[in-house]
């Protein structure tokens, strides 16, 4: 089955420099990868998300890469600003006994200092 | 926000109680999920409804009992649960499943139990 791992689990960054949070999966079957957001008191929201037969993808601030080979993927956020304080969850899908679901990283706590 | 509400918001409850989660979405969505998640923790995927069938039922203990009476309702019936199962519990929904979809979450219910 797959295995997602996230780092770094914290990270704090100054207004408006770049963050990176990075996943690595197991499962070379994965074909699709969605970034979460998790503001508090509220559940996750997808940012963005990435089908595995392109290599980037890119949004406003946010971008995420994917490199098959290495199976690992990174959320970029640029000009981070003060609202982009979070916790940010990467996935990856799963079929098990003939069910799907998705494997979630242990999430980032980013901090974004004014 | 979401399109997708969970009430309560927080409960506390002691082991020997029978409580309910409610969860409904707004969205006219086909399957519904209920997540459990815990401090430092991955994300976990308990139940998952298609159609109002269930669909996937992710090993969860028998104290945890969904319930689907339509696609847009989502309950789950907890009694005489462990103190290990305090948590926040998510509800999300998305247009079908299985398959690549967003997953819209709700602001989830924060269980403590006693």
């Known amino acids: 089955g797959e295995n997602v791992e996230q780092h770094p689990s914290t990270l704090s960054v100054q207004e408006g420099d770049s963050a990176v949070i990075k996943c690595t999966y197991s499962?070379?079957?994965?074909?699709?990868f969605p970034w979460y957001k998790q503001e508090l008191g509220k559940g996750p929201q997808l940012i963005i998300d990435?089908?595995?037969n392109v290599g980037e993808k890119k949004d406003q601030r946010i971008a995420v890469t994917l490199n098959k080979t290495a199976k690992h993927f990174s959320l970029h956020i640029t000009e981070t600003q003060p609202e982009d304080s979070a916790v940010y969850f990467c996935?990856?899908?799963?079929w098990g006994s003939g069910t799907y679901k998705y494997i979630f990283g242990t999430g980032t706590r980013l901090k974004v200092l004014a | 926000e979401t399109g997708v509400t969970q009430t309560p918001r927080h409960l506390v409850m002691g082991m020997t109680n029978k409580k309910s989660l409610k969860c409904e979405q707004h969205?006219?969505?086909?399957?519904m999920y209920w997540y459990k998640q815990s401090a430092k923790k991955p994300l976990e995927l308990m139940f998952v409804?298609?159609?109002?069938?269930?669909?996937e039922n992710n090993s969860v203990p028998s104290r945890f009992s969904p319930e689907c009476p339509n696609s847009s309702h989502l309950f789950l019936h907890l009694h005489t649960l462990q103190p290990e199962d305090s948590a926040l519990y998510l509800c999300?929904?998305?247009?079908?499943?299985?398959?690549?979809?967003?997953?819209?979450f709700g602001p989830g219910t924060r269980l403590t139990v006693t």
């Open positions: 999300a929904s998305s247009r079908s499943y299985p398959g690549h979809r967003e997953q819209y």
């Open positions: 969205l006219g969505h086909n399957a």
């Open positions: 409804y298609s159609l109002e069938e269930r669909v």
């Open positions: 499962d070379s079957a994965s074909n699709y």
């Open positions: 990435i089908r595995s």
């Open positions: 996935a990856a899908p799963t």
